[in-house]
C-alpha cells in the first residue's frame, strides 16, 4: 500500500514536473502561432530556471550589455520560471509605466504576496489600488513630513551616537536607522512603544521574502509566515488601541488609514503596513550604504557636502534660531542633493521592475504575449552612455541640469512610482547633515567588490569605523 501511494505520488510528481518545466515552451509555441507578429529576439535558456543565474549571479549590466549588443534594446528571455521581455530604452520604458500602463498589471513571486499580504497596494490596479495610493500618498507628501523632521533627526542623532568608535556593518546600522523612520512614518510617536515586537517578528519575516513557499514546519517560509501571522496580531491591537483613544491627533500612516470614510478592514491596513515597512527599509538603507562608499572614496566631493551642512549649521547658530533641523534647512542643501541623485544613478538599487502584459500587446513590431512578464530596465537607462557620458563614473555635478523625461527613474515612473520617495530623501538629508558635521569614517579592508541579490550593495554591507570629530 505504502509503496503503491510512493509509486504513484512520484508518477504525479514526474507528471507535474514535465508540465512545470514544458508549459512555458508548449505556451509560447501556441502564442507564436495564435499571431502573425514576431517575438522579440533573444533566448529562453534552459526548461524552467531559463537565464536566472546568469542574470542574478553576477553584475547586472554584464547580463543586460551582452543581451543588448547580440539582440538590441528589446529581447526575449526566461526568468524565474516566467517568459519575459526586457526592454532598455526610455521610449519603451514610458510606453510600459505611462502611456499603456492599463496593458501591463504589477506581478510579483506567488511567495512575496503571501508574506506581505495580498491586499497590499503593490499587487493591485484600479479603484482600490487608487484609493490606497491616496491614502500612503496623503501620510508621505511634504505637509506631512513637515512635522516628522526633529523626530527623524533624534532616530538619527541615536543612530550615530550609537555607532561612535566601532567598526560597523554599515547596511545592518542603516537598515535599523530606516526601520525605525519607517515606523515613526507609520505610527508617530507610539512607534517607541511597539518598536521591540514589531522589530522581533519582522527581522524573522523578511529572512523568508526570497524562500521556496514551501509551508510545512522546519522551513524558512514556514517561519516566517508564523512570524507574519504574530505580526498582524500586533497590528490588530494597535489598530484597536488607535479605535479607543480617537480623539489624538496622530498625523501619520495609520491614521490616514483608518481616517478613510470608505473604510480599510484591520486586514487591509495590516498588509498595507507591512508592505510599506518592506518597501521603505532595505530600498533607503542600501542608498545610504552606498552614499557612504561613494563619498568615502571621493574626498574632494565630501569636503564640498561638509562644506554646505557647516554652512547651514552656522547660519543656524547665528541666527539664534532653533538648531534642530527643519524642512527648509533640507531644501538649501543642493550639493548634498545631487550627491543623493547620483548614488540612485550608479548604483540603481532597483535594477528594473516587474509588470506583466493583460493582453498580448505589440510594440515596435514584436509581439508581447499576454501572461509574459516584461522589465523596464532601469540600471541600464541610467548606464547609457548616451544619456549619462561616462556612465561609471560618480559625477553629482551631471546633475545641475536636470536629466530629460523617462532617462532617470530610481522612484519608478506612472501610477505605481514611489509614493514615499520624499521621505526617503529627507531622512537620507538628516542623517548626512550630523554625518558630516560630526562624524568621520574610515572603510575597514580593501574589499572593493559588489554582492547582488536583491539588491547591489558593497561587499559585506560595507565595514567602517565611525569617530566623533571632536
Ligand atoms: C531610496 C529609497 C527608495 C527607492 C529607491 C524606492 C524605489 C521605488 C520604486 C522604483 C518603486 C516602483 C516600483 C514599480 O514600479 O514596480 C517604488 C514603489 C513603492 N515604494 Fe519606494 N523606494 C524607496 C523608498 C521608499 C519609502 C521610504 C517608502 C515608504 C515610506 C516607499 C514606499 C513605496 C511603496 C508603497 C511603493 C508601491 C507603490 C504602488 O505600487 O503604487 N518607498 N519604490
Known sequence: MELLSLNSMFCMFAASALI??????????????????????????????????QLYSQNPNVFFA????????????????????????????????????????????????????????????????????????????????KNKVEDIESLAKDSLQSWEGRSINTYQEMKTFTF??????????????????????????????????????????????????????????IISTRRESKLEDHNDLLESF???????????????????????????????????????????VLEAVTEEQEAIMRLKEESGEDKALNWEDTKKMPITSRVLQETLRVASILSFTFREAVEDVEYEGYLIPKG?????????????????????????????????????????????????????????????HHLTTKYRWSIVGADNGIQYGPFALPQNGLPIILSSKE
Open 20 to 53: 512545470f518545466f514544458f508549459s512555458p515552451i508548449i505556451k509560447l509555441f501556441l502564442t507564436s502561432a495564435r499571431r502573425k507578429i514576431p517575438l522579440p529576439p533573444g533566448s529562453l535558456g534552459w526548461p524552467y530556471i531559463g537565464e536566472t543565474f
Open 66 to 145: 551582452s543581451k543588448i549588443k547580440r539582440f538590441g534594446s528589446i529581447f526575449k528571455t526566461h526568468i524565474l520560471g516566467c517568459p519575459c521581455v526586457m526592454i532598455s530604452s526610455p521610449a519603451a520604458a514610458k510606453f510600459v509605466l505611462l502611456t499603456k500602463a492599463h496593458l501591463f498589471k504589477p506581478t510579483f513571486p506567488a511567495s512575496k504576496e503571501r508574506m506581505l499580504g495580498k491586499q497590499a497596494i503593490f499587487f493591485h490596479q484600479g479603484d482600490y489600488h487608487a484609493k490606497l495610493r491616496k491614502l500612503v500618498l496623503r501620510a508621505f507628501m511634504p505637509a506631512a513630513l
Open 180 to 237: 525605525n523612520v519607517a515606523l515613526l512614518s507609520i505610527f508617530g510617536k507610539d512607534e517607541i512603544l511597539y518598536r521591540e515586537d514589531l522589530k522581533r517578528c519582522y527581522y524573522i519575516l523578511e529572512k523568508g521574502y526570497n524562500s521556496m513557499p514551501i509551508n510545512i514546519p522546519g522551513t524558512l517560509f514556514h517561519k516566517s509566515m508564523k512570524a507574519r501571522k504574530e505580526l498582524a496580531q500586533i497590528l490588530a491591537k
Open 258 to 300: 483608518m481616517g478613510d470614510k470608505e473604510g480599510l478592514t484591520d486586514e487591509q491596513i495590516a498588509d498595507n503596513v507591512i508592505g510599506v515597512i518592506f518597501a521603505a527599509r532595505d530600498t533607503t538603507a542600501s542608498v545610504l550604504t552606498w552614499i557612504m562608499k561613494y563619498l568615502g572614496e571621493n574626498q574632494s
Open 372 to 432: 509574459w512578464k516584461i522589465l523596464p530596465l532601469f540600471r541600464n537607462i541610467h548606464h547609457s552612455p548616451e544619456i549619462f557620458p561616462e556612465p561609471e563614473k560618480f559625477d553629482p555635478t551631471r546633475f545641475e541640469v536636470a536629466p530629460k523625461p523617462n532617462t532617470y527613474m530610481p522612484f519608478g515612473s506612472g501610477n505605481h512610482s514611489c509614493p514615499g520617495n520624499e521621505l526617503a530623501k529627507l531622512e537620507i538629508l538628516v542623517i548626512l
